[in-house]
Nanobody, 127 residues
Framework: QVQFVESGGGLVQPGGSLRLSCAAS????????IGWFRQAPGKEREGVSCISGDDINTYYVDSVKGRFTISKDHFKNTVYLQMNSLRPEDTAVYYC????????????????????WGQGTQVTVSS
């Protein structure tokens, strides 16, 4: 059974940092595009970052560029999202998922292409 489990969320003050983890079981992250998404209350789910199956290409939504970093640990079969300089507008539930249809070396923020969604982890940025 394929399962993605997100963790690492919490309450942090503006300017603080968190590292989110997306641990996969029953599925190898090797060679697969992985995306991080978030959904704030009353808003649609949006793509935050993704990493291509070859680990070479990473993409970020403009609002997090220079602050967030996505990475894979193949030994732990886990994808991370390092979030620095957090802002109140980053408050949301964060999800990870995989895009099995992504072309090699690419990834996208197309929600409909992603499967194996985790249950999400809450990130709250507030003073």
């Amino acid at each position: 059974q394929v399962q993605f489990v997100e963790s690492g969320g919490g309450l942090v003050q503006p300017g603080g940092s968190l590292r989110l983890s997306c641990a996969a079981s029953g599925f190898t992250l090797d060679y697969n595009a992985i995306g991080w998404f978030r959904q704030a209350p009353g808003k649609e789910r949006e793509g935050v970052s993704c990493i291509s199956g070859d680990d070479i290409n990473t993409y970020y939504v403009d609002s997090v560029k220079g602050r967030f970093t996505i990475s894979k640990d193949h030994f732990k079969n886990t994808v991370y999202l390092q979030m620095n300089s957090l802002r109140p507008e980053d408050t949301a539930v964060y999800y990870c998922a995989t895009d099995l249809s992504a072309s090699w070396g690419t990834c996208s923020f197309s929600l409909r292409d992603y499967v194996n969604w985790g249950q999400g982890t809450q990130v709250t940025v507030s003073s």
